[in-house]
């Protein structure tokens, strides 16, 4: 594909291969016997998407008892939020929703129109925008008001002066590649919840990323790996 990013991937392709998407599903309820599971289904952007991929998992699971095979039960459902449209129509996808995981990798670069991979283009995938600030505040309100989990995954969590943000939002939440697990935990030992909250109000209401960026370094070099 031209453009591989806008095209045929993840759910677009499980829910054009229906009967691929229904096995995978059947063997991950069935491995669920051994311990609790999740459903997470990519690429959401809006309620018809994750009904269809809902209308999959109870597919399979009248399979699976057609032929008699144990699997998990009452396995929650969430959608990972990596489409600006899944932001704009998050308060609806809420209602349908167990858990949502924002996807921040994706997310970012179609919120900005960068691609991450791109040295022309690298330097506008900017985690600090403040219009991504504001798409991942936004996710976070609505998970709050409908009682909804809430996980943040990317390479964002990795970076401590963003991962002090993100906590100021009232994240929680993370997952991150093992290798950084250490340094985060070793910077959320030091770092009073109460600063990330206030400097998170603080950068709430700056319109340049610039000014976010500096306004969170001065506020967090105490705290900060060095």
């Not at 952007?45 to 057609?66: K, T, W, Y």
């Not at 039960?73 to 809420?94: C, R, S, T, Y």
């Not at 505040?137 to 809430?150: C, F, P, Y």
């Not at 610039?210 to 370094?217: F, G, K, L, N």
């Amino acid at each position: 594909e031209d453009n591989p990013f806008m095209g045929w991937r993840s759910v677009r392709i499980s829910l054009d291969q229906k009967d691929i998407f229904q096995t995978q599903i059947e063997a991950a309820l069935m491995a669920g016997i051994h311990g609790p599971i999740k459903l997470l289904f990519p690429m959401i952007s809006g309620p018809a998407e994750f009904r269809a991929c809902r209308q999959v998992v109870q597919d399979a699971i009248a399979h699976l008892d057609q032929e008699n095979i144990p699997y998990a039960k009452d396995v929650p459902l969430g959608i990972m939020v990596e489409v600006p449209a899944a932001v704009q129509l998050i308060d609806l996808l809420a209602e349908e929703v167990a858990f949502f995981a924002i996807g921040t990798n994706d997310l970012i670069q179609y919120t900005l129109a960068a691609d991450r991979n791109n040295p022309l283009v690298s330097a506008y995938f900017n985690p600090l925008h403040p219009a991504i600030l504001r798409v991942i505040s936004r996710v976070a309100e609505v998970a709050k008001q409908k009682n909804r989990g809430i996980c943040l995954c990317g390479e964002m969590a990795t970076d401590p002066l963003y991962l002090s943000v993100l906590l100021g939002m009232g994240l929680r939440e993370f997952s991150v590649p093992g290798p950084y697990i250490p340094k985060i935990k070793d910077f959320l030992r030091r770092l009073p919840i109460d600063e990330a909250t206030k400097a998170y109000q603080e950068v709430r209401k700056m319109s340049e990323s610039i000014h976010i960026r500096t306004h969170m370094q001065q506020v967090m070099t105490p705290y900060l790996p060095h």
